[in-house]
């Protein structure tokens, strides 16, 4: 189940609630009023004073030296894996992590960074010992492990840090350095319900997306060592990421943490209401903000045609849906969607 599949395909009604991704936020007035009052400079030559502040704020945040600005996630993550391994390198990661599956394998083809994709246990982790069975020898036929990638929340668990700990740990030992695809980092700091600088400890390099469930319209950012964070910032540059008066969106993303992070809770309750009113037509597993949906017979093109009938919009996927709760769900929206599911199955049950 491709959790892409078709999302700009759905029908072009009037759409009350989004349910595709919580990338489909869209700043609000607050959002856009700082944007447009935003100081700003030249970050190419590092005088953007915005930029210069998000990346700080977020280093300081997350108890690292650095931080480095980006426009996207798969950005992010893509200079992260360059400034830690060179061509003919590896990464250790899991099979459906993003950093694999997701990002068009960009370190292989781009930078020449072999992959070694593992299967994740139940609760999204890698096993620390199948991470020891993956760490190669040092041997001319084989690539030299260098990095182990992980992912937080992954499909919208959140991995307990004990589980990540003893995973790092293996890595650690055997001289490799870690990397963490925090994309939704702060869904998996308010479902564990811990320091936000406690997850970042047990990772080199993590990687923080601005416009998932916390709302900006644009960006991420690499935070980490500042010898790895230069190296990040020149392979920035030269995969055309540099910009210029980019203040403005990082003012977003100092809004966005100044107050979409501690509602990120609401999300994760309406998700779990939601996936309780679906419990009763197919199988529902929801963590976090969000729930993958699998009724009986799976989800056919009748499910999406429905519910945008109804102002709901869902991707296109076959089978299994996936079902993301963000800041612009409302109560109201909420109930919309569930009338829209309770009227397709009442309708099919009677």
Do not use: W
């Given at each position: 189940m491709n959790q892409y599949a078709?999302?700009?395909?759905?029908?072009?009604?009037?759409?009350?609630?989004?349910?595709?991704?919580?990338?489909?936020?869209?700043?609000?007035?607050?959002?856009?009023?700082?944007?447009?009052?935003?100081?700003?400079?030249?970050?190419?030559?590092?005088?953007?004073?915005t930029v210069n502040k998000l990346e700080d704020?977020?280093?300081?945040?997350?108890?690292?030296?650095?931080?480095?600005?980006?426009?996207?996630?798969?950005?992010?993550?893509?200079?992260g894996l360059l400034a830690h391994c060179a061509r003919g390198e590896e990464i250790i990661t899991g099979r459906p992590y993003h950093i694999f599956r997701y990002e068009a394998v960009g370190a292989s083809v781009l930078g020449g960074i072999a992959f070694d994709p593992l299967d994740v246990a139940a609760d999204g982790a890698l096993e620390p010992e199948a991470i020891v069975g993956a760490i190669?020898?040092?041997?001319?036929?084989?690539?030299?492990?260098?990095l182990l990638g992980l992912e937080n929340t992954h499909n919208g668990?959140?991995?307990?840090?004990?589980?990540?700990?003893?995973?790092?740990?293996?890595?650690?030992?055997?001289?490799?350095?870690?990397?963490?695809?925090?994309?939704?980092?702060f869904n998996a700091i308010a479902a564990l319900n811990c320091a936000e600088a406690a997850l970042a400890d047990l990772f080199d390099t993590v990687s923080i997306c601005l416009s998932k469930g916390l709302g900006a319209p644009v960006g991420s950012v690499l935070v980490g060592p500042r010898e790895i964070i230069d190296k990040a910032r020149r392979w920035r540059k030269?995969?055309?990421?540099?910009?210029?008066?980019?203040?403005?969106?990082?003012?977003?993303?100092?809004?966005a943490l100044d107050h979409n992070v501690s509602r990120l809770k609401d999300d994760h309750a309406r998700a779990a209401h939601l996936a309780d009113r679906l419990s009763p037509f197919g199988d529902v597993q929801q963590a976090t903000n969000m729930i993958f949906f699998t009724p009986e017979g799976?989800?056919?093109?009748?499910?999406?045609r429905h519910m945008a009938e109804h102002g709901v919009k869902l991707t296109g996927a076959t089978g299994t849906t996936r079902l993301v709760l963000h800041k612009d769900v409302t109560d109201e929206a909420?109930?919309?969607?569930?009338?829209?599911?309770?009227?397709?199955f009442g309708d099919r049950s009677s």
């Open positions: 078709q999302m700009k395909d759905a029908p072009s009604h009037a759409m009350m609630c989004d349910l595709r991704s919580d990338t489909v936020t869209r700043p609000d007035a607050d959002m856009r009023r700082v944007m447009a009052d935003a100081e700003v400079g030249d970050d190419v030559f590092g005088d953007d004073p704020v977020l280093a300081e945040r997350l108890g690292k030296e650095a931080g480095l600005f980006l426009t996207s996630g798969t950005q992010s993550n893509f200079v190669k020898e040092d041997d001319v036929h084989m690539p030299v492990t260098r668990k959140a991995i307990p840090l004990t589980r990540l700990a003893e995973s790092t740990a293996v890595a650690r030992a055997a001289g490799l350095a870690v990397h963490l695809d925090g994309a939704r980092y030269m995969l055309g990421g540099g910009t210029r008066q980019a203040g403005i969106l990082a003012a977003a993303g100092l809004h799976g989800v056919t093109s009748d499910l999406p909420l109930q919309t969607a569930i009338s829209g599911f309770e009227s397709f």
